[in-house]
């Protein structure tokens, strides 16, 4: 089994597609010029036509001078999307400031930047485009020009109303873009570490098929090393003993027996004919999973038992996998003892891995697995002493970002199997790691060709 790996490589961040941007000003254009073309020559209302015109071309001719600058599978930083979503805020406050302010039904689209901006770009971007939008409603609360109206009509909106107004985009604004934010960092969170766990998978599933590889390369390279191998022995009984040319050929002759033997090991590695490595018993996983982990001051006790025959799976890299990082963090928030325990009967195969160390965290044991949730409980002062408090706690905190479970539970889950996380009930303390396969999965990935 490959260790945990000590760090992952930090994914880089997404980058937004221009296209999407563009796609989205273009929507807004055109829902600006219909509203503006009903609103003026279908209701008859009065109101700055042309200078109004000019700000719905301005976001046009921006959109057509992007896509004759840049391919539409351009992708843009982060803050070059701030910065077009910036202009869209303030072309928007423009539009408005002509139509009436926050007296304009239409003035909860401005908040549209902000949203697109929680969803995709970073909290730091949204902040600074939440401040534009909200300098840019405040100003519209005190400076507008009279809302469109018939005729000889003139709105006159109470300022508390439009105080009312104020509040509402800016509750609103809150609300919508910590929601965005959030959701948006989970989703994110997932990719990448569903990217993580497949990158591991991927790197296991590379080293198990090193060994047909070897056997392939055994096999073309046979029959050439056979060749040279029968051609240096007759070479050197044509030189009598003495000569040099007869120990060169008895070199080349102990030289390419000694690449026969290392052909012949390589071959047997992954021989199909070998049903102990391709098929392996429960108990044997333990043992393999568990032998890497030894000799680290902490015993590891293996424990299988259960109704009738024991499940026999095939040999499956992300279980090993998966078993392996579970265990090692029983490794390492265990005081004396790890127990790596199997049980199965007729319809379920069950692995348990149980500690003595301090459990998972109450306030995060309900998350435990999802990605970047990783955290054990400290133990008090008087258990450890003043003086080892400090490291101990590092320790048992759990430093990392949670990932490890996170792909253990995923590769594991893939497999066909349902991980679990508890504490050990009192008087025990502790973790408990629950693994539950179907005894007909396993036993059917057991199964030979053959078979």
């Given at each position: 089994?490959?260790?945990?790996?000590?760090?992952?490589?930090?994914?880089?961040d997404?980058?937004?597609?221009?296209d999407?941007?563009?796609?989205l000003?273009?929507?807004a254009?055109?829902?600006?010029?219909?509203s503006?073309?009903?609103?003026?020559?279908?209701?008859?209302?009065?109101?700055?036509?042309?200078?109004s015109?000019?700000?719905?071309?301005?976001?046009a001719?921006?959109?057509?001078?992007l896509?004759i600058?840049?391919?539409s599978?351009?992708?843009?930083?982060?803050?070059?999307?701030?910065?077009?979503?910036?202009?869209d805020?303030?072309q928007?406050?423009?539009?408005?400031?002509?139509?009436?302010?926050l007296?304009?039904?239409?003035?909860?689209?401005?908040?549209?930047?902000?949203?697109?901006?929680?969803?995709?770009?970073?909290?730091?971007?949204?902040?600074?485009l939440?401040?534009?939008?909200g300098?840019?409603?405040?100003?519209?609360?005190?400076?507008?020009?009279?809302?469109?109206?018939?005729?000889?009509?003139?709105?006159?909106l109470p300022?508390?109303?439009?105080?009312?107004?104020?509040?509402s985009?800016?509750?609103?604004?809150?609300?919508?873009?910590?929601?965005?934010?959030?959701?948006?960092?989970?989703?994110?969170?997932?990719?990448?570490?569903?990217?993580?766990?497949?990158?591991v998978?991927?790197?296991?599933?590379?080293l198990?098929?090193?060994?047909?590889?070897?056997?392939?390369?055994?096999?073309?390279?046979?029959t050439?090393?056979?060749?040279?191998?029968?051609t240096a022995?007759?070479?050197?009984?044509?030189?009598?003993?003495?000569?040099?040319?007869?120990?060169?050929?008895?070199?080349v002759?102990?030289?390419?027996?000694?690449?026969?033997?290392?052909?012949?090991?390589?071959?047997?590695?992954s021989?199909?004919?070998?049903?102990?490595?391709?098929?392996?018993?429960?108990?044997?996983?333990?043992?393999d999973?568990?032998?890497?982990?030894?000799?680290?001051?902490?015993?590891?006790n293996?424990k299988a038992?259960?109704?009738?025959?024991?499940?026999?799976?095939v040999?499956d890299?992300?279980?090993?996998?998966?078993l392996?990082n579970?265990?090692?963090?029983?490794?390492?928030?265990?005081?004396?003892?790890?127990?790596?325990?199997?049980?199965?009967d007729?319809?379920?195969?069950?692995?348990?891995?149980?500690?003595?160390?301090?459990g998972?965290?109450?306030d995060?044991?309900?998350?435990?697995?999802?990605?970047y949730?990783?955290?054990?409980?400290?133990?008090?002062?008087?258990e450890?002493?003043?003086?080892e408090?400090e490291d101990?706690?590092?320790?048992?905190s759990?430093g990392?970002?949670?990932?490890g479970f996170?792909?253990?539970?995923?590769?594991?889950e893939?497999?066909?199997?349902?991980?679990?996380f508890?504490?050990?009930?009192?008087?025990?303390?502790?973790?408990l790691?629950?693994?539950?396969?179907?005894?007909?999965?396993?036993?059917?990935?057991?199964?030979?060709?053959e078979s």
């Amino acid at each position: 089994m490959i260790g945990t790996p000590e760090g992952q490589s930090r994914l880089l961040d997404p980058q937004i597609k221009l296209d999407t941007l563009v796609r989205l000003r273009w929507l807004a254009v055109a829902g600006q010029t219909v509203s503006l073309l009903v609103v003026h020559y279908l209701l008859n209302f009065p109101l700055p036509i042309g200078y109004s015109y000019v700000l719905v071309a301005a976001s046009a001719w921006l959109n057509v001078i992007l896509k004759i600058r840049w391919p539409s599978s351009t992708r843009i930083s982060k803050n070059a999307a701030a910065a077009q979503l910036a202009y869209d805020i303030i072309q928007l406050g423009g539009l408005f400031y002509l139509t009436g302010g926050l007296g304009n039904p239409f003035c909860f689209l401005i908040l549209a930047p902000v949203v697109v901006s929680a969803t995709a770009l970073s909290s730091r971007n949204t902040i600074i485009l939440g401040a534009l939008a909200g300098a840019v409603v405040t100003l519209l609360t005190a400076f507008h020009m009279p809302l469109p109206w018939y005729d000889g009509t003139q709105i006159d909106l109470p300022p508390l109303y439009l105080v009312g107004v104020w509040f509402s985009l800016m509750c609103s604004m809150f609300f919508m873009a910590t929601y965005s934010l959030r959701v948006a960092e989970e989703a994110r969170q997932l990719s990448n570490a569903l990217a993580a766990s497949d990158m591991v998978l991927a790197h296991q599933k590379h080293l198990s098929a090193l060994d047909g590889l070897a056997t392939a390369a055994a096999h073309e390279l046979g029959t050439p090393l056979g060749t040279i191998y029968l051609t240096a022995k007759e070479l050197s009984t044509e030189f009598e003993k003495g000569d040099p040319l007869r120990e060169d050929a008895e070199l080349v002759y102990s030289q390419a027996a000694r690449c026969r033997e290392i052909l012949k090991k390589l071959t047997s590695l992954s021989s199909d004919a070998d049903q102990v490595f391709q098929r392996m018993p429960i108990s044997l996983l333990l043992a393999d999973v568990s032998e890497p982990h030894r000799g680290l001051g902490i015993e590891i006790n293996i424990k299988a038992e259960g109704v009738g025959p024991e499940p026999v799976g095939v040999r499956d890299a992300a279980i090993s996998y998966g078993l392996g990082n579970l265990l090692e963090n029983a490794v390492d928030f265990a005081e004396t003892t790890v127990l790596f325990e199997a049980k199965w009967d007729d319809k379920h195969a069950e692995i348990f891995i149980l500690d003595d160390g301090p459990g998972f965290a109450p306030d995060v044991l309900a998350r435990m697995g999802e990605p970047y949730v990783s955290k054990r409980s400290a133990p008090a002062i008087s258990e450890v002493g003043e003086e080892e408090f400090e490291d101990e706690a590092e320790r048992q905190s759990g430093g990392g970002l949670g990932l490890g479970f996170f792909i253990a539970k995923t590769l594991l889950e893939r497999s066909g199997g349902r991980v679990n996380f508890h504490n050990r009930k009192d008087p025990d303390h502790g973790a408990l790691v629950h693994i539950r396969w179907l005894r007909e999965t396993m036993d059917q990935g057991a199964q030979t060709p053959e078979s």
